[in-house]
C-alpha cells in the first residue's frame, strides 16, 4: 500500500516569507509526528499528533512554527517569517499505535 | 534531558567485513529503543528492543540491549555496499509524546567493493 507522502520534495524560499509543508500519512494510522533533520545530525521532534490534537507540540523551537491536523489525517506544518536557520529535512511519520513509525521522505527546506 | 549518543560517526569497512554500531543513552524512564536505517531521506525501521526483547535478528543484522550498560548494538555481518546508509538509534521521549522519539547523530556507514 502507499506509504507517507510529503510535499513538496523540495522548497527553496526567501527569508523572511511563509512556507506550509505537507504530510500524508498512511490511511488509519492515528498518530503523527514531525521531525526536522538539520545536515550531520539526527532528526529532531517537533510536534506529535494524536487524531486531530496536537499531543505534545513540546520540541517546537518558537511560536513561527505551527501545526494543524484538522479531520485527523493530513496535516500541514507552517513556517512563519521564515530564517536562515530554519533550512533543514522535514520528515513526518505516522504510526498506527505509536510504537513503530514509518517515515516519509522529508521535504528539504532551503530559505536563502 | 534525555541523550542519546552514537559511535563512531562514521566507519568504511570493506564488503564482507562485520561491523559493530554503539549507542548508549540516558533516559529518565526508558521504553524503548530503536534503530533505523537512512539511505537518502526516510530513515526505514529496523529493530525495536524493549525490557522484554533486548535481542532481535533479522538476516545479517542483530542488535543488542545491554540495560545494565545503558547501552545497545548493532551488528552487521557480511557486509554489502547495499549497507551503506546512515544508522540512526533513538530512544522513545518521555511520556506525553506518544513514541516520539529523541535520535543520535547517527553513525554513517560506507562499504566499499
Known amino acids: 500500500g502507499a506509504g507517507v507522502s510529503q510535499t513538496p520534495s523540495n522548497k527553496v524560499t526567501e527569508k523572511g516569507k511563509y512556507v506550509e509543508l505537507r504530510c500524508d500519512p498512511i490511511?488509519?494510522?492515528?498518530?503523527l509526528y514531525w521531525y526536522r533533520q538539520s545536515l550531520g545530525q539526527g532528526p529532531e521532534f517537533l510536534i506529535y499528533?494524536?487524531?486531530?490534537?496536537?499531543?505534545?507540540d513540546s520540541g517546537l523551537p518558537n511560536d513561527r512554527f505551527f501545526a494543524v491536523r484538522p479531520e485527523g489525517s493530513v496535516s500541514t506544518l507552517k513556517i512563519q517569517r521564515t530564517e536562515r536557520g530554519d533550512s533543514a529535512v522535514y520528515l513526518c511519520?505516522?504510526?498506527?499505535?505509536?510504537?513503530?513509525?514509518?517515515f516519509g521522505p522529508g521535504t528539504r527546506l532551503t530559505v536563502l | 534531558e534525555d541523550k542519546v549518543v552514537q559511535s563512531p560517526l562514521s566507519l568504511v569497512v570493506h564488503e564482507g567485513d562485520t561491523v559493530t554500531l554503539n549507542c548508549s543513552y540516558e533516559?529518565?524512564?526508558?521504553?524503548?529503543l530503536l534503530w533505523y536505517k537512512q539511505e537518502k531521506k526516510a530513515p526505514t525501521f529496523l529493530f525495536m528492543l524493549?525490557?522484554?526483547?533486548i535481542e532481535k535478528k533479522s538476516g545479517r543484522l542483530s542488535s543488542i540491549l545491554d540495560k545494565k550498560e545503558l547501552s545497545s548494538i548493532l551488528n552487521i555481518t557480511a557486509t554489502q555496499t547495499g549497507d551503506s546508509a546512515i544508522y540512526l538509534c533513538?530512544?522513545?521521549?518521555?511520556?506525553?509524546?506518544?513514541?516520539?522519539?529523541?535520535f543520535g547523530k547517527g553513525t554513517s556507514l560506507l562499504v566499499t567493493p
Open positions: 511519520a505516522s504510526s498506527p499505535r505509536g510504537n513503530e513509525q514509518f
Open positions: 490511511s488509519g494510522h492515528t498518530a
Open positions: 499528533f494524536q487524531g486531530t490534537g496536537a499531543a505534545d
Open positions: 533516559v529518565t524512564n526508558f521504553r524503548s
Open positions: 524493549t525490557s522484554s526483547g
Open positions: 533513538a530512544v522513545v521521549r518521555l511520556p506525553g509524546s506518544g513514541y516520539a522519539l529523541n
